[in-house]
C-alpha cells in the first residue's frame, strides 16, 4: 500500500515539511494465506519533562569540522541503515563540537493517583483532537469536558484501581528514555532523552522548558505511538508545534520528527517474539488465533479526514503475521478495535463484538496483542486482561493469554535507537513533502489546512474536511449520534437560559441572578 520511497522510520519530518527517504520493508506485503480468519474483512485476512534531561558522558573525541554535502552523501545509498553503519565518519562530523543532542520522547500520560482521574479526564476530553466541537460551539468544549470527566471520573477510578490505584505509564516511559539514552550512548551517539505528556505530568510544556534550559541544538521527536493518527501523535505534534511557533528559541532549534515506525525490522522482530514466546504457554499452540487488538479512532478520521491510522495498522500486523511464517508459525489472526466512547460509528470490527462471534464459532484458544501500545496502562492492564479475558472465558473460549507490551525489550530499544541516528543526517535539512509516494502528513500546523492538501492528491477520499468537523458525515450521521448532539446542545441551551441544572450545580457555569 505504500510506496517503497517511504522512509525507514514511516518519514522524517521537519516542523511542517516531509522528508521521505529509504525502507527496511520496501513494499507492502501480499495478503496473506486466506486460511488465515479476519473478522472484518472479505477480500484479504487479515512517558519526564520537568525533570532534567539524562546525560551522556561518552568521550568520542568528535571532528568539529562538518560536511558540506553530507545530506547528499546519505541519500545515495539504498537503506538509511546503510548509511549509518558505513558512514560513521561522516556521522560523527554531523554530530560536532558544541552540538547538543536532544531526543524527545511523546506519549498520552496517565493519572498516576486516584486523585488525578479527573483533572486527566479533563484534559483529556477538552482536546479538540478528541472531541470536535463545530466552530460555533467551540466555546463549549471546556464545559463539555468537564461535564464528561466529572461523570465518567468515578467508572475510571475503579479501573485504576483495580490496576493499583494509578497508571504505571510515566514509570514506563521514564525506564524506556533511559534505556533509549544508553542504547544511544553505546552507538556514540551522545544524547539527553526526554518525556512529554500530552495530558498529564510531566507535560509536553515542561518537556520543552527544559529542552531549552539544556541548550540543545538538535532535537529528534519521537512519538511512542507505532502507527499515526490525528487523535494521538497528531494531537501532540500538533500542541508541540504551537509551543515552537511562539518561541524565538525553539525556532531556530534544528528539529526532526519521526511520525510512525510501525514498520521497522526491529521493532517487527520483537512484536514476534513476544508472540512467539506466548504461544509456547498453550497446550496447543498451533491451534491458538492471535488476536490484534488496536485502540479505535473514529471511522470519520479514516473516511472523511484521510487518517492513515487503519492503513498502518493493517500493514503493520501482515508485516508482524509475515515475520511469524518465517519462523514456522501459521496460526490465524484477527484485528479488532477497542475503547471506542460516545455515539458515533469508530473502526470496526469491535473487540468485544469479535471475541463473542470468535467463542460463537468455536475458537477455544485466544491470545490478545496489543498491538497500539508499547506500555503497560489501562488499557491492557484493565480492559484486555479484566474485561476482555472475562468477556472471553464467558463466550467459551477456554484457553486465554495476552503478549505484555515491549516496554524496554532491547531489540525494540535498540531499533528506536537507530531510528533516531538514522534521522540525524535529515535535522534542519530542506524536506519535501512527498504525497505522490502516500506518504503520511503530519498535523504540525493548521490540521485542515495539510489535510486539506493530503486530499488533494488522494481523490478517493472526500475533500471537504471541514464538513466532517461537524459530524455529518456518511460514517458519523447515525441517528443515535445526531439525537445525542441535539441532546447535549438542547441541555446547554436550557441552562444557560434558566441558569439552573447540573452545570451551574457544579459551578461549571455561572448562576444568573
Not at 461523570?151 to 494509578?166: D, F, T
Not at 472523511?304 to 500486523?317: H, S, W
Not at 485542515?448 to 458519523?476: C, F, H, M, N, Q
Request: glycine residues 8%; charged residues 20%; contains cysteine.
Amino acid at each position: 500500500m505504500w510506496s517503497s520511497s517511504q522512509a525507514s522510520t514511516r518519514g522524517v519530518v521537519e516542523m511542517g515539511r516531509v522528508e521521505a527517504g529509504p525502507s527496511h520493508f520496501p513494499k507492502r506485503p501480499a495478503p496473506r494465506n486466506s486460511a488465515r480468519v479476519n473478522l472484518s474483512r472479505t477480500v484479504k485476512p487479515c512517558s519526564a519533562g520537568d525533570r532534567p534531561g539524562i546525560s551522556v558522558n561518552c568521550n568520542l573525541g568528535w571532528s568539529s569540522q562538518t560536511s558540506p554535502d553530507l545530506s547528499q552523501h546519505f541519500r545515495g545509498y539504498s537503506s538509511a541503515s546503510e548509511a549509518v553503519l558505513t558512514a560513521q565518519s561522516d556521522l560523527r562530523k554531523l554530530l560536532v563540537g558544541n552540538e547538543k543532542i536532544g531526543v524527545l520522547l511523546l506519549n498520552l500520560g496517565g493519572p498516576e493517583t486516584l486523585d488525578d482521574v479527573q483533572p486527566f479526564l479533563f484534559n483529556l476530553f477538552a482536546d479538540p483532537d478528541i472531541i470536535r466541537l463545530p466552530r460555533l460551539f467551540r466555546f463549549l468544549q471546556k464545559p463539555l469536558a468537564k461535564f464528561i470527566s466529572v461523570v465518567r471520573a468515578p467508572k475510571s477510578k475503579e479501573g485504576y484501581a483495580s490496576i493499583g490505584g494509578g497508571s504505571p505509564l510515566r514509570q514506563i516511559t521514564d525506564a524506556q528514555a533511559e534505556a533509549l539514552r544508553e542504547a544511544l550512548c553505546g552507538k556514540d551517539v551522545p544524547a539527553k532523552v526526554y518525556v512529554g505528556m500530552r495530558y498529564w505530568h510531566p507535560f509536553t510544556e515542561e518537556a520543552i522548558e527544559q529542552i531549552k534550559r539544556d541548550g540543545i541544538t538538535k532535537l529528534v521527536v519521537l512519538p511512542l505511538y507505532p502507527q499515526f493518527s490525528i487523535s494521538t501523535s497528531g494531537s501532540s505534534l500538533r500542541l508541540l508545534e504551537s509551543i515552537f511557533r511562539e518561541d524565538e528559541y525553539l525556532v531556530n532549534m534544528q528539529h526532526t520528527v519521526i511520525p510512525s515506525w510501525y514498520q521497522r525490522e526491529g521493532y517487527i522482530k520483537s512484536m514476534a517474539t513476544l508472540i512467539e514466546n506466548e504461544l509456547t504457554k498453550f497446550p496447543v499452540p498451533q491451534k491458538v488465533m492471535i488476536f490484534f487488538s488496536a485502540h479505535g479512532v473514529p471511522l470519520a478520521y479514516v473516511e472523511e479526514a484521510g487518517d492513515p491510522y487503519k492503513a498502518e495498522m493493517e500493514e503493520c500486523v501482515d508485516l508482524i503475521m509475515e515475520e511469524l511464517e518465517k519462523r514456522g508459525i501459521t496460526n490465524p489472526c484477527t484485528l479488532a478495535y477497542q475503547s471506542r466512547v460516545g455515539p458515533v460509528e469508530w473502526l470496526k470490527p469491535y473487540t468485544d463484538e469479535t471475541i463473542i462471534e470468535l467463542g460463537q464459532k468455536g475458537v477455544k484458544s485466544l491470545l490478545a496483542v496489543p498491538i497500539s501500545f508499547v506500555s503497560e496502562h489501562i488499557e491492557t492492564l484493565e480492559e484486555i486482561d479484566v474485561e476482555y479475558k472475562e468477556l472471553a472465558l464467558e463466550s467459551g473460549i477456554k484457553h486465554w493469554g495476552r503478549v505484555p507490551a515491549l516496554g524496554c525489550e532491547p531489540t525494540f530499544i535498540s531499533d528506536l535507537a537507530d531510528a533516531v541516528i538514522e534521522s540525524l543526517p535529515y535535522v534542519g535539512a530542506m524536506a519535501v513533502s512527498n504525497l505522490e509516494a502516500r506518504q503520511s502528513l503530519v498535523p504540525l500546523g493548521s490540521v485542515e489546512e495539510l489535510l486539506a492538501a493530503y486530499d488533494s492528491k488522494r481523490d478517493e477520499l472526500p475533500p471537504p474536511v471541514i464538513v466532517w468537523e461537524w459530524g455529518w458525515t456518511k460514517s458519523a450521521e447515525t441517528w443515535n449520534g445526531r439525537a445525542a448532539m441535539l441532546a447535549v446542545l438542547a441541555l446547554l441551551v436550557l441552562e444557560v437560559t434558566t441558569g439552573e441544572g447540573f452545570l451551574h450545580q457544579w459551578g461549571i457555569l455561572p448562576r444568573l441572578h
